[in-house]
């Protein structure tokens, strides 16, 4: 495909994507005099529709159809198990997305982050969590830019530059971020959501069919590459890599704050119920479409260099028609900057919240807003700089940014579900996790053969539990909170 024909794609995408975007101003403040609610939380104010496809886009980005693919194609169906596992542990937000919704709209909570501190009375465990985040978010920033990198370059067959890519993506989740904040991410990720969708699974069928169908594909899978259709598989996966990286990605939708987030923006409960419903009918989706996509890959296109040039090198083969081809990668692109802005708006508002006003010793919400947006330029350009190292596997890089993020999970279940947690264990088991995740990837070392993705959460909730007998609790907050948790709000 040439860069031309991309570039007026993508040209026609962002005029579109904007003009939505746009439209998502607050009709009331009319972009002016916005408050940390507003412009972080669309004023708690989305029904179940636009939460879901908001949701979908934000968790399910370049990934998915990158990441998820390029795994498939290197370790076969082990990657659909694990990516299943990440669908299983959607249901935690059954369980804890009206807790979340609950003390939100009770305690005017911003961030996920701000929650833990009101709730453990502590100021520390506040900054400490915002500044885990983005010691752990970052990178997975990165990894969407490297995804719409890696896709532009590889449908262009390198006349567009993987750098080109990255700083293309960035400045548009800016563009979104800085329209009316999370009003404007929200629709926009609607629109990306049902487009990516619709195009993803359209081409699924169409190099399916191509194949010859399922069962000539998985016919042809098991008798050239019989292996790919086992576990452990090709080699990729043992028990103790899939565990590993299955364990953190479990966790996700309570350890990743820029979808913890969410869980206060709904506009009443009910509103939270469809989201997770539309959601999963979203995921199950996509992820079959995902898999398909990298078995596809793997009997037109062995042997790449690059297991995440599996999906741009599919979309630019002859299976693909090439109009079709770039409607699916202008989805992809979409997703990814879908998940970058919300990384970006996520991580402003902690630091803006959290630190920023921790620091200066005020709550002035117009200051908090403008710091925050400041901070967006600052997170986008380390995001920039750290794609630009091109690391890994994309799926690979996601899982080890949701492992540090895992170390917040022991403080968020002890916060609605055990009083005696005080800040002392919090905080500690924040700080070790992190330190213990940071040694393990630094060095490499694998205590009893076992991963950082093992070992941090057993490591976070015995320091956390320990330092928390030993401590003093705030037994009154925290019998308020898990009241307020657990009342029946309308």
Same mark, same amino acid.
């Given at each position: 495909?040439?860069?031309?024909?991309?570039?007026?794609?993508?040209?026609?995408?962002?005029?579109?994507?904007?003009?939505?975007?746009?439209?998502?101003?607050?009709?009331?403040?009319?972009?002016?005099?916005?408050?940390?609610?507003?412009?972080?939380?669309?004023?708690?104010?989305?029904?179940?529709?636009?939460?879901?496809?908001?949701?979908?886009?934000?968790? *399910?980005? =370049?990934?998915? /159809?990158? $990441?998820?693919?390029? @795994?498939?194609?290197?370790?076969?169906? +082990? #990657?659909? &198990? %694990?990516?299943?596992?990440?669908?299983?542990?959607?249901?935690?937000?059954?369980?804890?997305?009206?807790?979340?919704?609950?003390?939100?709209?009770?305690?005017?909570?911003?961030?996920?982050?701000?929650?833990?501190?009101?709730?453990?009375?502590?100021?520390?465990?506040?900054?400490?969590?915002?500044?885990?985040?983005?010691?752990?978010?970052?990178? *997975?920033? =990165?990894?969407? /830019?490297? $995804?719409?990198?890696? @896709?532009?370059?590889?449908?262009?067959? +390198? #006349?567009? &530059? %993987?750098?080109?890519?990255?700083?293309?993506?960035?400045?548009?989740?800016?563009?979104?971020?800085?329209?009316?904040?999370?009003?404007?991410?929200?629709?926009?990720?609607?629109?990306?959501?049902?487009?990516?969708?619709?195009?993803?699974?359209?081409?699924?069928?169409?190099?399916?069919?191509?194949?010859?169908?399922?069962?000539?594909?998985?016919?042809?899978?098991?008798?050239?590459?019989?292996?790919?259709?086992?576990?452990?598989?090709?080699?990729?996966?043992?028990?103790?890599? %899939?565990?590993?990286?299955?364990?953190?990605?479990?966790?996700?939708?309570?350890?990743?704050?820029?979808?913890?987030?969410?869980?206060?923006?709904?506009?009443?409960?009910?509103?939270?119920?469809?989201?997770?419903?539309?959601?999963?009918?979203?995921?199950?989706?996509?992820?079959?479409?995902?898999?398909?996509?990298?078995?596809?890959?793997?009997?037109?296109?062995?042997?790449?260099?690059?297991?995440?040039?599996?999906?741009?090198?599919?979309?630019?083969?002859?299976?693909?028609?090439?109009?079709?081809?770039?409607?699916?990668?202008?989805?992809?692109?979409?997703?990814?900057?879908?998940?970058?802005?919300?990384?970006?708006?996520?991580?402003?508002?902690?630091?803006?919240?959290?630190?920023?006003?921790?620091?200066?010793?005020?709550?002035?919400?117009?200051?908090?807003?403008?710091?925050?947006?400041?901070?967006?330029?600052?997170?986008?350009?380390?995001?920039?700089?750290?794609?630009?190292?091109?690391?890994?596997?994309?799926?690979?890089?996601?899982?080890?940014?949701?492992?540090?993020?895992?170390?917040?999970?022991?403080?968020?279940?002890?916060?609605?579900?055990?009083?005696?947690?005080?800040?002392?264990?919090?905080?500690?088991?924040?700080?070790?996790?992190?330190?213990?995740?940071?040694?393990?990837?630094?060095?490499?070392?694998?205590?009893?053969?076992?991963?950082?993705?093992?070992?941090?959460?057993?490591?976070?909730?015995?320091?956390?539990?320990?330092?928390?007998?030993?401590?003093?609790?705030?037994?009154?907050?925290?019998?308020?909170?898990?009241?307020?948790?657990?009342?029946?709000?309308?």
């Amino acid at each position: 495909m040439s860069a031309t024909s991309i570039w007026i794609g993508v040209v026609i995408y962002l005029i579109i994507a904007i003009y939505v975007a746009w439209l998502a101003r607050d009709a009331i403040t009319n972009g002016r005099n916005v408050s940390m609610s507003g412009y972080f939380l669309g004023a708690r104010r989305f029904g179940g529709f636009v939460s879901a496809l908001s949701y979908s886009a934000t968790t *399910y980005s =370049a990934f998915m /159809l990158v $990441g998820l693919a390029g @795994l498939t194609y290197t370790a076969g169906v +082990g #990657a659909f &198990g %694990f990516e299943i596992v990440y669908f299983v542990g959607v249901s935690l937000v059954a369980i804890f997305g009206p807790k979340f919704w609950r003390v939100g709209k009770a305690y005017d909570y911003i961030t996920p982050s701000e929650m833990l501190g009101h709730r453990y009375q502590s100021k520390p465990v506040a900054v400490s969590t915002a500044l885990t985040n983005c010691l752990f978010l970052i990178p *997975y920033a =990165a990894v969407q /830019l490297a $995804g719409v990198g890696y @896709l532009l370059a590889g449908m262009s067959h +390198g #006349a567009i &530059g %993987f750098t080109t890519g990255t700083i293309f993506a960035t400045v548009v989740a800016l563009i979104f971020s800085y329209i009316a904040g999370m009003r404007s991410i929200m629709w926009t990720d609607a629109l990306q959501a049902l487009f990516m969708l619709v195009s993803a699974t359209a081409v699924a069928l169409l190099v399916v069919h191509h194949l010859g169908g399922l069962g000539v594909m998985f016919d042809h899978l098991s008798q050239v590459k019989g292996q790919v259709l086992t576990v452990p598989g090709p080699g990729f996966f043992s028990f103790a890599t %899939f565990l590993g990286l299955s364990l953190p990605w479990f966790f996700f939708s309570l350890s990743n704050p820029q979808v913890s987030q969410r869980l206060f923006m709904p506009k009443n409960l009910s509103a939270l119920r469809r989201m997770l419903i539309g959601f999963l009918c979203f995921g199950l989706i996509y992820t079959i479409v995902s898999v398909t996509w990298g078995f596809s890959a793997m009997i037109a296109l062995p042997g790449l260099p690059k297991a995440d040039l599996a999906t741009p090198r599919l979309l630019g083969s002859d299976m693909v028609p090439p109009v079709l081809a770039e409607i699916v990668m202008i989805g992809i692109l979409a997703a990814a900057i879908s998940t970058i802005d919300s990384i970006m708006l996520t991580l402003s508002s902690m630091l803006s919240r959290d630190v920023y006003a921790h620091a200066a010793g005020h709550s002035d919400d117009a200051r908090q807003v403008r710091f925050g947006k400041w901070v967006l330029l600052v997170v986008a350009v380390l995001a920039l700089i750290f794609a630009e190292l091109q690391l890994n596997l994309i799926a690979v890089l996601s899982v080890a940014a949701s492992t540090g993020l895992a170390v917040v999970v022991p403080a968020i279940i002890g916060a609605f579900y055990w009083k005696r947690g005080t800040a002392a264990g919090a905080l500690t088991s924040i700080l070790g996790g992190s330190a213990i995740v940071l040694i393990l990837f630094a060095t490499g070392i694998r205590p009893l053969g076992l991963s950082a993705g093992v070992w941090v959460l057993p490591v976070s909730a015995v320091l956390f539990i320990v330092v928390s007998l030993f401590t003093q609790a705030p037994t009154d907050r925290a019998q308020e909170f898990i009241a307020k948790a657990n009342r029946q709000v309308k």
